[in-house]
Each structure stands twice: as C-alpha cells, then as structure tokens.
C-alpha cells in the first residue's frame, strides 16, 4: 500500500514561488515515475509534469521553464518548484503514482496566485 501526503500549498502574489511536496510511504517509490496534477475549478484535471524512476521530467507546455519536478529517493519524496507563478496556475495540487494495476493518489494541496 502506497500513501502519498502533498504540502507546500498557500496563497502567493503573481511572479512569486512555492515549493510542493509529496512525500510516499511504501517500498516502490524508487521504483516508480511520479506525477504532479492540477484541476482548477471548473476544469479537467490535467497533467503538469512528470519525473521517471530514472529522473527523466516532462512538463505540460503551460508550465515549461517555470516549474520544475525533481525527487529524492533516499526521502521518498517529488517536489515540484513553481516560479513566475500566475494566476492560471490557481488550483488543486495532486501527486499522482501509477504502478502496475494500481494509481495512487494523493488529497491534494491548495495553490491560489493571487494579488
């Protein structure tokens, strides 16, 4: 069984930063590629960036060259640092694993980019 607990969510002004968390219990974390999602009310879910099992990352367009996903393994934790934030990236932050048949989710963290 895999737990994943988000943090680092809160209120910034446009062009601020914050640092997300998502720290997973369970022994296949190092083997896995993690997931960040977001979903802004009103909308689909949708796929911001992903980090291999080997730290290959992709981001959705959106995002690219202001966020950036990385993971320890040795903390069993993705962090998920966001720059130049604006006011379209307000949303629910959710850490995402998928392994074989399973996908596990996190309960998500609020981010509100607001003046």
């Known amino acids: 069984q895999v737990q994943l607990v988000e943090s680092g969510g809160g209120l910034v002004q446009p062009g601020g930063s914050l640092r997300l968390s998502c720290a997973a219990s369970?022994?296949?974390?190092?083997?896995?590629?993690i997931n960040w999602y977001r979903q802004a009310p009103g909308k689909q879910r949708e796929l911001v960036a992903t980090?291999?099992?080997?730290?290959?990352?992709s981001y959705a367009d959106s995002v690219k060259g202001r966020f950036t996903i990385s993971r320890d393994n040795a903390k069993n934790t993705v962090y998920l640092q966001m720059n130049s934030l604006e006011a379209e990236d307000t949303a629910v932050y959710y850490c995402?694993?998928?392994?074989?048949?399973?996908?596990?989710w996190g309960q998500g963290t609020q981010v509100t980019v607001s003046s």
């Open positions: 995402n694993l998928p392994f074989g048949r399973k996908d596990y």
């Open positions: 980090i291999t099992s080997g730290g290959t990352t």
């Open positions: 369970g022994s296949i974390f190092r083997f896995a590629a």
